[in-house]
Every structure is written in C-alpha cells, then in structure tokens.
C-alpha cells in the first residue's frame, strides 16, 4: 500500500531533517535566549511534511536526498517561523503547540516575533550559500519560496483569515484562505524540490498542481480536526477555530460535505501526478496519507 | 565639498528610490488592507539612505545606477519591515515614525506583524527574480542581506538591545548592540552594490569595512539625537530611549565623549575607502553626512 510506503519515508526523512534542524544553531552565539527561542520552536517536534515533501519530489526525479536536504530544511525554517508569529497573543493567541507551551508563553512576546523573524531571514540565508547545486535553480527555489510565504501566499493568506474571523465570509473567502495560508507552502515545497532535481517544465507544473491539492486537502481536514479531534491528539487546543469564530469548511458546509471535500482535493493531487507522468509511491501514498491524519 | 555632493546624491537617488518602491505594490491585490499596511510604512518618507549608499557603491565602481535600483529596493523593505516591527508594543512600544502614527497605530498590532513579515519576505522575492546580473552574485548579494538581517546581524541586535533594556549593560555590549542592530546592514547595503557591480575581493571588503565605521557613526549619532534633537526635527519621539532606560552611549559616556566617538567613527570610515583605493566623493561624503544630520 502506498500509505505505508509514504508514512515510513515520512518517518525516516523526517529524523534526516530534524538531525539537520538540530545542528543548524546548535553552537552558542548571542544572545544566547534568541537561539533557545528559536531552536525551541524548530526543534519542537512536527511532523516535518513540507520538508519530506520536497525530498520526495526530488527523489521522484531520481535525485538522492542528501543532496536536497539544505533546501528543504530551509521550508521547514518558514513553517516554523509562521507558527511562532500566528499564535502571537495578537494574531490567535494560542497557549499550546505541538503539545508544549507556544514560543510567547516561555519567551515573551518580543522574543518570539524576533525568533519567527530571525528564522525566516534564515531560511534564506541557508537557501543562497554555496551547495552543490546549479546557481540559477538555487535562485529559482528562493523565488518559489519567497512568493509562496509572502503577501501572494501564506502572509496574504493568514491576513485575510485575520480580517475575516468573527464575520460572515462566503466559500470563495474560505478557499482563498486556505489556498494562500496553507496550499502555497507545501506546492512550493514539492515544487522546490522539482526544481532543484532539474525537473522539465511540465513535471515542475504537475508537481506544483499536485501540491496545491494535497495543500487544500490538508488544511481541509485542519479545519475538520479542530472540530473531532482532541487537544491531546492534536497537541494545540480543539476548539481553537470554533472559539474564534474562525471561517472554516465544517462552519460553511457542515462535517459530512468537508469529508467528502477533502477527498476530492486527494483525488485531484493523484490525477496531477498522472497527468505529468510522475511515479512515486510515497507522493501518491502522502496524498492519503494527509487526510488520514488524527494530528 | 564632498558633503554638499553627497546630500545632492541623496536627495536625487532617494527620489529615484521612491519612485521604484511606489509602483512595487501599487496595483490591488487581496487583501487590501495588507498592501495598505505595507505602503503605509514603505512610501511613510525616510532618507532612503541604505539603498542610496548601495547605488553609490556601485556606481564608485563605473556601473550604471538604473541596473542596481531593484537590488538596492529590496534593501530599503528590510530596513522598513524592522521599524515596524521595532516599534511594536512588546517592542519599543513607539507612537510615532518619520512623523507620522507607527503602523500598528493605523492597523493595530496583527495586520502590522504581517505587513512587516511581508516587507521583509518580498525583499528575497525581489532578489531573487530575474534581473540582468549574473546569477551567482545575484546568490551572493541575497547571502550578505540575508546574513545582515537575521540571527547573526539584526535581530541579534535588536533582541541583545531589548534582553539589556533597564538593565547595567557594559561598553562592550552597546557596542554589539549597535554593531548588529545598525551597522551591518548599512555594511550590507554597500557590500551588496560592490557584489553587484563586480567588485574584486579587497573592495568588496573595503566597502565593507567602510559601511561598519559609517553605521556606528549613524547609531552613535542616533543616540545623541535621542538626547539633544526634539520630537519634531526626528519624525519620532525624542528622549524614546531614556524613557525605556535603554543602554545607549550618551548614557555610558556624556554628551561629549560620544561626539568624538562619531567623529573616529567617521575618520575610520574615510581610511577604509583610502587603503581600498575608492575614489568617491560621495562615498566621502555620506560619512560626514551621517554626524550632521539632524533627523
């Protein structure tokens, strides 16, 4: 089954990036309570997806992980940074993360927004430092990454969820949350990898398709996570979206309608990989694997 | 007179700048409070001094001001995502900015953290996309800002100057501080002109050492301001330091002793144009300038 192809590569590459996260800042520079802000975030646990992803995308393309890892840690930096900044007391004011308290409530807040806005400047930092790939694919993987995170991807994306909480947003809003705030990253993520790996233009675009589906279906079953799941299974609080008033797929449609969403977007993903002729086990199985999930 | 050469340039290239960042978000994409809340802070005035300087590095070695305008932009969205971010209330808690309310004043404190994570993200969007520079030294200027801003430059700056606020810090501690808070990123400024502009090894590293000396004269002058200017000459509020306790050089040494401290600074930054063998008035003169300025 690919499930289990794509949850122990998930496995295994996952503790290949978090081995690479641990030593990024792991020497003692000053201040020293910036790099523990920061590290307690990115070495917090996670599942790593963005990340193995993007290994998978290149492994695809028959390129050996070791040589993506630097630009998929990068990922990982901008995901954990947008976690730090999104639970500020002003944005969602959330307590818990990953099971442990959120970066604000150990550090303060001016650390935490300083250790989101250090470990973003860093993604970049790592992404433009010589490694053992052509220039003009590094600079084209910052440019996938820096559009995905921006103001046309996930900070448009979480500005608008900002705006709408507590109104009456219609389903066109919702998707252009979801596709902005969540959808963007892991298709740049597979798409970096692509690039990378020195994909063709036609597999950069079905791998790109294929991760703004697989990037809705996961948001998608967010959404319906918040709603059945626990704040232990989860390891941030249930009930977080409902006690906002966020603008969400089971708020608009109901439990049964966002399942059945969900699994469209799925079956979408795996028809990209298809059409662009793109046979990887572990991409098809992440497909399933992404609305299966209890965390 | 060279200082009279460098204001001219300042005032001339600076519009040019102006110009260039107005259009960067001029047409209207969603959400529209969030491009507001950017443009507010990116077109709220300013001297445009860093990516002025990055013109004039490049221009000290024979290349055309026009070609370097877009690397030079991305500079000034740095400078601009920190004050926004620097003025937050778990920051500095700052009222007022070049004259005006603080971003988080007009749009509250939310919409301000994203538009500043978005200033700061579009800066590598920027970079990266292609422009008529070769592709290796496009990487490298996007190292040396990226190295500048984050965990080892800025933010370590600001996050040392916020960790010794009301605190006992010692000579040795401003002086990071204002190293890493001030000084590299007007040292990446010119560094990244230099890089663009195809400077060989010793001016690269001449301008270098030249934009250190120029950014601790500008902060230690910043600090006298502090002390001596008034609320209406800086466009932000005067004594802002003395009121947050801040560690600060008029605080550590006089009034007096930290004029002269400007003044070597600024003498130190001449010797490094002279030994890297940089004939440019207006290089000269932006050192001078730096001390006189009253805003």
Redesign the interface.
Known sequence: MSIDAAREYLQTQGKAVDAYLAQM?ASH???A???EA?NYSLLGGGKRLRPVLCLAAARALGRDEVEVLPVAAAIELVHCYSLI?DD?P??DNDDLRRGKPTNHRVF????A??A???L???A??Q???PLAIP??R???A??V???A????GM??G???D??QTGGTGDAATLE?IHLHKTAKLLAASVEMGAIVAGADARQVEALREYGIHLGLAFQIMDDLLDVIGTTEELGKSAGADQQLDKLTYPKLFGVEATEKLAHDAVLRAKQALQAGGIASDVLFGMADFVIRRRS
């Open positions: 800042f520079t000053r201040p309570r910036l790099f920061m900044h500020l002003a944005m303060g807040e001016a650390l927004i300083l989101g806005d250090a973003l400047t860093y970049f930092e992404l433009s430092r220039a003009d590094q600079l084209r910052i440019h990454l820096a559009h995170a921006g103001c046309y900070v448009a979480q500005a608008e900002i705006l252009f």
